[in-house]
């Protein structure tokens, strides 16, 4: 739906929405072989995100809460994909570093325990998945962009062309793939002029792009490790799906020492399941939770992970 226009169109999604939801929920119990007076409580994401689409979420679980006498318990989307490599086996333990790095969100993250996180650094302009998608469709690539750019890159050679490692000597723990972005754009531009842009520069394009965006997200992990003192990386978010940053960071981290802890590919892009096992860890630590339902459409489109505390 969102392909034609080569990025997500939020009136579109939040109608969408609507159209879905509720036959996905009738499926999802059916095949699971569940009811809905079977649950204890109902998560959904407050935010941060697209209004519309938020409002959609909220106030269908704010209507089941109300129909089934159920705690509705709001989760940020961040804390979700944080706490999804504990779904992983092995699980990290707490404290550990966190790299965030979805289409819309580049960030490392200290996490001392469920609720307490401090921000290190994020990125200043475009999030690396949204360097990917604008890359490749500078590349002729269709929407959503950065799988269809990583599996081109599988075929190119990296070292053909040369792009920028953007803010690898920075000196503090931020992100910037704006510039990355600008440069490669330069790079496709010129080489279609010349007539020279053909199938392998394309994919060697890809490899360099994909090499740059590792490299630094590498990079500053392994800074974030040094400053912080602290031994674990969790990676979560989309990119974290990607396969040359997992092989490159897995062999950066455990040259040092760290163990690198990544969640189930499936469970790496936007999922029902990272939301609710946040939920879940939250209602564990603070049971009253499920005396306090909350029904209100009370969205967050923007919503700081760090304001959010347990208890």
């Not at 999802?28 to 809905?36: M, T, W, Y």
């Not at 029904?295 to 992970?305: E, Q």
Request: charged fraction near 20%; proline fraction near 5%.
């Amino acid at each position: 739906m969102h392909a034609a226009y080569g990025g997500v169109v939020p009136e579109l999604a939040s109608r969408d929405h609507i159209r879905r939801l509720v036959p996905l929920i009738e499926s999802v119990f059916k095949e699971g072989g569940r009811s809905l007076c079977e649950i204890d409580a109902i998560a959904v994401t407050h935010g941060p995100g697209l209004g519309g689409a938020l409002l959609v979420g909220s106030s269908v679980a704010a209507g089941l809460g109300a129909a089934l006498g159920k705690p509705v318990i709001g989760v940020h989307h961040l804390e979700g994909h944080l706490l999804s490599p504990l779904l992983s086996r092995p699980r990290p333990d707490f404290p550990f570093v966190a790299l965030l790095v979805s289409g819309g969100h580049t960030q490392l993250m200290a996490v001392e325990r469920l609720g307490q996180y401090q921000l290190l650094g994020e990125t200043v302009d475009d999030a690396a998945g949204e360097a990917f998608d604008k890359t490749a469709s500078l590349l002729g690539l269709s929407y959503p962009g950065g799988p269809a750019l990583s599996k081109l890159a599988e075929t190119g050679n990296p070292g053909r062309f040369k792009l920028p490692r953007p803010m690898v000597a920075s000196g503090d723990l931020d992100f910037s793939f704006s510039g990355l972005k600008t440069a490669a754009m330069t790079l496709i531009r010129k080489a279609e002029a010349n007539s020279t842009f053909d199938v392998q520069s394309r994919a060697d394009v890809a490899a360099e792009f994909q090499a740059a965006v590792v490299d630094v997200l590498v990079t500053k992990s392994l800074a974030a490790l040094k400053s912080t003192g602290l031994t674990r990386l969790v990676v979560s978010g989309g990119v974290g799906a990607n396969k040359s940053l997992r092989e490159k960071l897995t062999r950066a981290v455990r040259r040092r020492g760290v163990a690198v802890f990544y969640p189930p590919m499936e469970l790496c892009t936007d999922n029902g399941a990272m939301i609710a096992f946040a939920a879940a860890m939250r209602l564990a630590e603070d049971p009253a939770l499920l005396e306090n339902s909350d029904i209100s459409f009370n969205i967050k489109p923007r919503w700081a992970l760090e304001e959010i505390s347990v208890g």
